[in-house]
């Protein structure tokens, strides 16, 4: 038995797969720990209460194939999963779905596999800061090769993909992401995205971050 930790399951999303009505999958753990904007920091730790299992996402969407077009595996951090490929892989056995990764880009070994295995058919890559202010973001230590490697794995595999930034404003400014620009060097796939906070009703913390 695989030990997915899916922490919790959209049924039906309109705007987290570019062009399809997809599930959404939110895995628990990251291995960065942008608790301060992040809006699922209450996923971050990897050892925590789930709200759902692998069993009932995938009965779930057995039941609706050939209704919705896609499914989102997000989180969290999906790449720190240690069943994340075989959990695609079945995922790529419904085949009437389209599948989305979401990631940090912090375990490019992941990655190759998932690009080479063709378990996906969209890759979305968070890139949370232009070099200099990616530790003060992620509070971890950066480690700029990882973060290279992953953004060039995406660029060279062929599917279509997403880079993005969420502009949390205490931060990050407008040179800040002119710098981003200058680093992945593909704006036609780079989308900046507004932060909203939210409390546990749902209702946004803050007007503008």
């Not at 990897?46 to 499914?71: A, H, I, W």
């Not at 997000?74 to 490929?85: A, I, K, N, W």
């Not at 912090?106 to 800061?129: E, Q, T």
Request: charged share 30%.
């Amino acid at each position: 038995m695989r030990n997915m930790k899916i922490y919790d399951f959209v049924k039906c999303s309109f705007v987290d797969y570019p062009g399809k009505i997809a599930a959404v999958i939110f895995t628990r753990g990251c291995n960065f720990n942008c608790s301060e904007w992040c809006h699922n920091k209450h996923i971050i730790p990897f050892d925590g209460p789930c709200n759902t299992t692998e069993e009932k996402v995938m009965d779930y969407l057995k039941k609706r194939s050939g209704k919705l077009q896609g499914v989102v595996v997000s989180g969290g951090e999906p790449t720190v999963q240690p069943d994340l490929l075989q959990f695609l892989s079945e995922l790529r056995g419904l085949t009437t779905y389209a599948i989305k990764l979401d990631t940090n880009g912090y375990r490019p070994d992941v990655l190759r596999k998932v690009i080479d295995g063709k378990l996906v058919d969209f890759i979305a890559m968070d890139i949370k800061a232009p070099k200099d202010k990616y530790e003060l973001l992620t509070k971890v230590p950066f480690n700029e090769a990882k973060i290279q490697a992953s953004i060039d794995l995406i660029k060279k595999s062929g599917l279509p993909h997403q880079f993005r930034t969420t502009v949390f404003k205490k931060y990050l400014n407008d040179r800040d992401i002119e710098k981003i620009k200058a680093w992945i060097q593909d704006d036609e796939n780079y989308i900046t995205q507004k932060c909203i906070l939210r409390d546990a009703k749902g209702d946004p913390l803050y007007d503008d971050l």
